[in-house]
């Protein structure tokens, strides 16, 4: 009996969150007295979003191995019921 397709999946996607847009003020003035936290908020967002792509890449390759998993599982299912 096959028992893998009567049992729920585990849940394992992850979630991959983007993290958020610096923001520069409009302001030139402003601009320049708080370029030392704006340069930071650009240099973490940048190193944020190289984790965010490999975050997404990973889950990419987790669901396409799951998928492929379920195509042989529905096919050993047929399979069983004569299809």
Do not use: K
Request: negative net charge; contains cysteine; hydrophobic residues 35%.
């Amino acid at each position: 009996m096959l028992l893998v397709t009567c049992l729920p999946g585990e849940v394992s996607a992850v979630s991959c969150l983007p993290p958020p847009r610096p923001f520069v003020p409009s302001d030139s003035e402003a601009a320049r007295d708080y370029a030392d936290l704006i340069r930071s908020d650009f240099e973490l967002y940048i190193r944020d979003i190289q984790s965010y792509f490999r975050c997404l890449e990973e889950e990419r390759a987790r669901a396409f191995e799951e998928a492929r998993e379920v195509s042989q599982d529905y096919g050993r299912f047929l399979e069983l019921m004569g299809e």
